[in-house]
């Protein structure tokens, strides 16, 4: 349609079914809805990537499809070095652990497993390690992903992931909706003055929010505010809830990194006021 020359504009499918009530669904009644919508200017437009922004979205994904693929093929043969009482963990990943594992006494068609799935993690070792030079590269050329590199935790993947994500940060007012549009705030049900809380939402885009995770954990250990709050929400929370929240704080700032155009560690003293000067505001 874009390469015709119309312009394309895509609905937030939820609001547009939450804003007709009645239980009749036609494609001539779900039709004329979008109209009206369109000509009452009450069409919840969402934000859509580029052409360009889209296959670099796919690169991403495809590295993080692959990088699942190794784990799996790692689980089974830990779960054959189990088998046979090897208890190495990370370490069976050494060349030593992996010369252990080789060198097991195994039946043929377990022989033959293990095998098969060494050559499996070969290959995907070698596919990823390209798609890594890959997104070194592109985020080397992006310089909203260079401003993002320069908080502790945060690399090329976690950088050029977040910027490509979220797009354009002016579509967000302050944090809190960086965080609902990641799925990081939980769930609630409250109702009769009464607040019921559950876990986060997930409804974000899963990949970005995993590598939020991941990135907090290294910014714990190398950031002291970071760890500050970590160690201190563990004390009162499982580690799991205190690891989603130092997720939060990090896309919250890395947010704010980007509405700003304020590098680490600078961002640090103006993160939370109140009168943060925003770039490109009148």
Not at 102 to 113: C, D, E, F, V
């Amino acid at each position: 349609m874009t390469e015709l020359g119309h312009q394309v504009w895509v609905g937030d499918a939820a609001q547009i079914r939450a804003s007709y009530v009645r239980k009749q669904k036609t494609d001539k009644r779900d039709a004329a809805h979008v109209l009206k919508l369109l000509l009452e200017d009450r069409f919840p437009r969402i934000w859509v990537p580029n052409r360009e922004e889209r296959d670099l979205r796919q690169l991403l994904l495809h590295r993080h499809k692959l990088v699942e693929m190794r784990t799996r093929v790692k689980n089974e043969l830990q779960h054959l070095a189990l088998n046979h009482g090897v208890r190495k963990q990370r370490k069976l990943w050494s060349e030593a652990g992996q010369e252990l594992l080789r060198s097991l006494p195994l039946q043929p068609w377990a022989g033959q497993r293990r095998d098969d799935l060494f050559q499996l993690l070969a290959m995907l070792q070698r596919h990823i390690g390209l798609l890594d030079q890959a997104v070194k590269e592109k985020s080397q050329l992006d310089k909203m992903a260079q401003l993002l590199k320069t908080q502790p935790g945060v690399g090329p993947i976690t950088s050029l992931a977040f910027v490509l994500t979220i797009g354009d940060v002016s579509r967000f007012q302050n944090g809190k909706q960086i965080a609902s549009y990641l799925g990081l705030i939980p769930r609630e049900h409250s109702s009769a003055g009464k607040q019921r809380l559950g876990g986060i939402s997930k409804q974000g885009n899963r990949m970005l929010r995993m590598l939020l995770v991941e990135a907090a954990q290294t910014a714990v250990r190398s950031d002291p505010e970071f760890r500050k709050q970590y160690l201190h929400r563990c004390h009162s929370k499982p580690k799991a809830v205190a690891k989603v929240a130092a997720a939060r704080k990090l896309a919250v700032r890395l947010y704010w990194m980007l509405r700003t155009q304020t590098p680490y560690p600078e961002i640090v003293r103006i993160e939370s006021s109140p009168r943060v000067p925003l770039v490109g505001a009148s």
